[in-house]
């Protein structure tokens, strides 16, 4: 079994920055590939942002350029670093860990953008 807990939401101006960090417990290792999800009010969960056990990373194109995915496979944590934040990032966020069958949420951690 394996546990994620995200840590770093909150409330933020546009065009600030949040960090958010997803440790990772119980039965993981490097072999995971993780990633940020999102959900606002009344949408679907979209993938955000992956990372392959190899460092490999891709973005959903609504963040490219302003959101960064990296992971620390000593500390088992998982990092998202959004600059430029825009009113329309407003969602909870979830962290995903995923080897073959098996999968892995976190409970989520809400950012809030608004002026």
């Known amino acids: 079994q394996v546990q994620l807990v995200e840590s770093g939401g909150g409330l933020v101006q546009p065009g600030g920055s949040l960090r958010l960090s997803c440790a990772a417990s119980?039965?993981?290792?490097?072999?995971?590939?993780m990633a940020w999800y999102r959900q606002a009010p009344g949408k679907q969960r979209d993938l955000v942002a992956r990372i392959t056990s190899g460092g490999s990373t891709n973005y959903s194109d609504s963040v490219k350029g302003r959101f960064s995915i990296s992971r620390d496979n000593a500390k088992n944590t998982v990092y998202l670093q959004m600059n430029s934040l825009e009113p329309e990032d407003t969602a909870v966020y979830y962290c995903h860990a995923r080897l073959a069958f098996r999968n892995y949420w976190g409970q989520g951690t809400q950012v809030t953008v608004s002026s």
């Open positions: 119980g039965s993981i290792s490097s072999s995971y590939a």
